[in-house]
T-cell receptor
Framework: GAVVSQHPSWVICKSGTSVKIECRSL??????MFWYRQFPKQSLMLMAT?????????EQGVEKDKFLINHASLTLSTLTVTSAHPEDSSFYIC??????????????FGPGTRLTVL | GDSVTQMEGPVTLSEEAFLTINCTYT??????LFWYVQYPGEGLQLLLK?????DKGSNKGFEATYRKETTSFHLEKGSVQVSDSAVYFC????????????FGAGTRLFVKA
């Protein structure tokens, strides 16, 4: 099946620094990628939808200047957490959509990146 | 709006017991339905899916049937194993205002030997 990778799998950073997380579709081209945030023992919260070559669409309440998303190619999307603070500590998961037609295109999820901000 | 409601956990079962995790949905369009599983420290994996009414998705002994009349997609397995311990998410995908997937809150399953 389709494989999505994320890098790094975990990262610890100091408050005030920026962290970049990469999401790659390894064996297919993904015109759309999604970024989710998951708090402990909770469901996934969609942060933004990333389309190749265009600006990301952010969900209500997500700061676009804090969570910068770039989808430079059909196989790579990046999420940069700028000026990270301890409350940004979370599990970030990306997914890529296989196919573009209708609701039949299922998503394939990356393994997630655990971010800890000290 | 579109939403997914699934039974609260945790669910604790003994090995070889029968599993049911209830899931109901509301959707303005005609959604595709999914069950995803998340093992500790990992991302989500697609467990099974169904794209139209009366479709039955199945994988690894798990089954779920798309019931349009009751707007449900309950997950079942006849005999659980310790290795099935994980969090299970019911989800729907729609094309309303662009492709979107909505997840239920997740149900944690513990299987005891």
């Amino acid at each position: 099946g389709a494989v999505v990778s994320q890098h790094p799998s975990w990262v610890i950073c100091k408050s005030g620094t920026s962290v970049k997380i990469e999401c790659r579709s390894l064996d297919f081209q993904a015109t759309t990628m999604f970024w989710y945030r998951q708090f402990p023992k909770q469901s996934l919260m969609l942060m933004a939808t990333s389309n190749e070559g265009s600006k990301a669409t952010y969900e209500q309440g997500v700061e676009k200047d804090k969570f910068l998303i770039n989808h430079a190619s059909l196989t790579l999307s990046t999420l940069t957490v700028t000026s990270a603070h301890p409350e940004d500590s979370s599990f970030y998961i990306c997914s890529a959509r296989l196919g573009t037609s209708g609701a039949l295109g299922e998503q394939f999820f990356g393994p997630g990146t655990r971010l800890t901000v000290l | 709006g579109d939403s997914v409601t699934q039974m609260e956990g945790p669910v604790t079962l003994s090995e070889e017991a029968f599993l049911t995790i209830n899931c109901t949905y509301t959707a303005t369009g005609y959604p595709s339905l999914f069950w995803y599983v998340q093992y500790p420290g990992e991302g989500l994996q697609l467990l099974l899916k169904a794209t139209k009414a009366d479709d039955k998705g199945s994988n690894k002994g798990f089954e779920a049937t798309y019931r349009k009349e009751t707007t449900s997609f309950h997950l079942e397995k006849g005999s659980v194993q310790v290795s099935d311990s994980a969090v299970y998410f019911c989800a729907l995908s729609v094309l309303t205002g662009g492709f979107k997937t909505i997840f239920g809150a997740g149900t944690r399953l513990f299987v005891k030997a």
